[in-house]
């Protein structure tokens, strides 16, 4: 039995997880009104779980071996367990986007620029998104408003009200 957007709750699930992705990964997407306004909470949500965590890094100290066979110490930083934690979180509502090869970049040069990289949006959500908006947060005083809705009018061909949301 259909429910809320005219979809079950699997199918809903799956939309707020790829227009999220989208709009995370993008910047900005078209969709219809009444979607739009769904998908605008989640984001938030999604946005403001990400801002409390980003910083939480935890720094340690590895013993590697050259290829002498000395012993050098290098110091390495990594996600803290509550960063984590929250990363595999939000993996579970976010869709995974993949990098994508720019039209007259070679093979070679994609991959050593990606190489470090496992999960793009992730990466993205933690080291871009967040800190804008928690930079944004102290300036202003205020969380949240990180997303806006901007309607189009009626769509050719069904007449849904269209809008575009974006990340302010």
Not at 57 to 80: P, Q, Y
Not at 121 to 134: C, G, H, Q, S, V
Request: charged share 35%; proline share 3%; net charge positive.
């Amino acid at each position: 039995m259909p429910g809320k957007l005219g979809k079950t709750a699997e199918q809903r699930q799956a939309m707020l997880r790829n227009q999220a992705s989208e709009l995370l990964w993008y910047g900005k997407i078209t969709t219809t009104q009444a979607r739009a306004k769904e998908l605008q909470p989640y984001v938030e949500k999604i946005i403001t779980k990400a801002i409390k965590v980003y910083d939480d890094n935890v720094e340690i100290e590895v013993v590697k071996t050259d290829s002498k066979g000395k012993e050098i110490k290098v110091k390495s930083v990594k996600d803290s367990p509550k960063k984590l934690a929250m990363r595999r979180n939000l993996m579970g509502k976010l869709r995974d986007l993949q990098e994508i090869k720019g039209f007259n970049e070679k093979k070679a040069d994609y991959r050593a620029r990606t190489k470090d990289i496992q999960h793009p949006l992730m990466e993205k959500l933690f080291n871009e998104i967040a800190p804008k908006y928690a930079q944004r947060a102290e300036e202003l005083g205020q969380g949240g408003g990180y997303t806006r809705i901007y309607l189009l009018g009626a769509r050719r061909g069904d007449c849904a009200e269209e809008a575009i949301i974006e990340l302010v």
